[in-house]
């Protein structure tokens, strides 16, 4: 028990770690931000494949069905962070940002036979982005003055979760995560103007959520012959209001200052999703997978500014598509050679957007991988790996900013033996 309280304390104490925005994304001002990579370092690799993996030395929260095949004799506690460089490039302009953050920290074990139990915080969307620009605007006496507006936004969302994975027959495993959802959002826009009879205008969005989050999973593990095994998985995503109740603050300023607030009730649904995968695997020697994943945020809500007022309504967003496939080889996990452990992976993959900007589609990603994972080993443990990765991420729209980030992610896991019994002779 000692193990597990002190992995809930590491956990705990990297909620305001992951607090701290992990992008500098102008897309991140619209809908709930930049959604959040899933999965955790040995499978980012292959670019974030593991509906259909049941590995027993890692916590793969991708599909809770897979706690199951959590090996008996383990304590396993996975922690990463990521470091990312971006350009963004419109025309001939061209930025470049750097951005660091804690990624997850998750935890399981087995609890019983065919019974697994993982607990962990996970990133689920980021805010952060600053950018300002300067045009004319024409005054009600027939002037012009020139204006200066600044956009800034922070936040985002979070989710602490406590997922079990049973099951009950061969072959077939079921599983749960339930998790509680939080975070904040705040947007500003400032509009400041070089005539100084003019007023000065701030809109303020605010957002503050907390609400429940849950994850169903299905697997099915079917033996073809003593070394090829093929898995096939799925997950639900149970969509639902979040009962939020999103503010707009119109400030403006000058001899006489005013204030207006809007308030949509209960004015933000977290989308539905459903998701599939498949993975064939050679032994502990290969393997390979395939995900695709659908989240339908055409059916969700989400307030906008409309004349002198603050709704909310469905249709803001689009649904989005996702697929990734993933490989990994491995020489010979149990080798007495240190190189022939070593796990390679490579991974890619493609997703449309669910945001939509100044009525048109949003930023397409494509995205590739490649990672290693790195046995640990000393005198006490040679179950524990430091998982490497690197990938590149392209966001491009028509007319839009382009982005390319490049992405290394580090993630350790401590694999320790929990449940053995110690023999005395």
Same mark, same amino acid.
């Given at each position: 028990m000692k193990k597990i309280f002190a992995a809930m304390s590491i956990a705990l104490l990297a909620t305001p770690a992951l607090a701290q925005s992990g992008t500098n994304s102008p897309y991140s001002q619209y809908g709930i931000g930049v959604l959040s990579d899933q999965g955790n370092s040995f499978n980012r690799g292959m670019n974030g494949v593991g509906l259909g993996l049941r590995p027993h030395n890692q916590i793969n929260y991708l599909n809770p069905a897979s706690y199951s095949a959590v090996d008996s004799l383990s304590f396993i506690f996975d922690a990463?962070?990521?470091?990312?460089?971006?350009?963004?490039?419109?025309?001939?302009?061209?930025?470049?940002?750097?951005?660091?953050?804690? #990624?997850?920290?998750?935890?399981?074990?087995?609890?019983?036979?065919?019974?697994?139990?993982?607990?962990?915080?996970?990133?689920?969307?980021?805010?952060?982005?600053?950018?300002?620009?300067?045009?004319?605007?024409?005054?009600?006496?027939?002037?012009?003055?020139?204006?200066?507006?600044?956009?800034?936004?922070?936040?985002?969302l979070h989710e602490a979760f406590v997922g079990l994975g049973w099951s009950p027959v061969k072959g077939f495993s079921f599983g749960?995560?339930? *998790?509680?959802?939080?975070?904040?959002? !705040?947007?500003?826009?400032?509009?400041?103007?070089?005539?100084?009879?003019?007023k000065s205008l701030k809109k303020k969005r605010n957002c503050s959520i907390g609400s429940y989050k849950l994850d169903f999973g299905v697997q099915y593990q079917q033996n073809l012959n003593d070394k090829d095994v093929i898995t096939v998985g799925a997950t639900y995503g149970?969509?639902?209001?979040?009962?939020?109740? =999103?503010?707009?603050?119109?400030?403006?300023?000058?001899?006489?200052?005013?204030?207006?607030?809007?308030?949509?009730?209960?004015?933000?649904?977290?989308?539905?999703?459903?998701?599939?995968?498949?993975?064939?695997?050679? *032994?502990?020697?290969?393997?390979?997978?395939?995900?695709?994943?659908?989240?339908?945020?055409? #059916?969700?809500?989400? =307030?906008?500014?409309?004349?002198?007022?603050?709704?909310?309504?469905?249709?803001?967003?689009?649904?989005?598509?996702?697929?990734?496939? *993933?490989? !990994?080889?491995?020489?010979?996990? !149990?080798?007495?050679?240190?190189?022939?452990?070593?796990?390679?992976?490579?991974?890619?993959?493609?997703?449309?957007?669910?945001?939509?900007v100044g009525g048109k589609d949003g930023p397409s990603q494509l995205s590739v991988s490649a990672g290693v994972g790195v046995p640990i080993v000393n005198a006490f443990n040679n179950r524990s790996m430091l998982n490497v990765s690197a990938q590149w991420v392209r966001n491009d729209a028509s007319?839009?900013?382009?982005?390319?980030?490049?992405?290394?992610?580090?993630?350790?896991?401590?694999? #320790?033996?929990?449940?053995?019994?110690?023999?005395?002779e």
């Open positions: 990463g962070f990521s470091l990312q460089m971006t350009n963004f490039k419109e025309g001939k302009v061209s930025k470049n940002a750097k951005n660091a953050s804690f #990624e997850y920290a998750v935890a399981g074990f087995r609890a019983a036979p065919n019974l697994g139990v993982a607990f962990g915080i996970l990133p689920i969307s980021n805010v952060g982005y600053q950018f300002s620009n300067t045009s004319i605007a024409s005054l009600d006496d027939g002037t012009s003055t020139a204006v200066s507006s600044k956009y800034s936004g922070t936040g985002g749960l995560n339930g *998790g509680y959802l939080w975070g904040e959002m !705040e947007h500003i826009i400032e509009n400041s103007y070089t005539d100084s009879s003019a149970l969509g639902h209001s979040l009962n939020a109740d =999103p503010t707009l603050s119109i400030i403006s300023s000058g001899s006489v200052s005013d204030t207006t607030e809007f308030v949509a009730h209960d004015g933000i649904d977290f989308p539905s999703q459903i998701a599939a995968g498949v993975s064939y695997a050679h *032994g502990t020697k290969w393997t390979v997978g395939l995900d695709y994943t659908l989240q339908q945020w055409a #059916e969700a809500k989400f =307030p906008e500014e409309q004349g002198n007022s603050y709704v909310s309504k469905k249709g803001l967003f689009m649904d989005s598509h996702k697929i990734n496939a *993933g490989f !990994e080889y491995c020489q010979n996990p !149990e080798g007495r050679s240190f190189m022939s452990r070593i796990r390679y992976r490579l991974g890619a993959g493609y997703s449309t957007p669910y945001i939509k007319g839009l900013i382009k982005e390319n980030s490049f992405r290394i992610n580090i993630g350790f896991t401590f694999n #320790e033996r929990w449940f053995a019994k110690w023999k005395f």
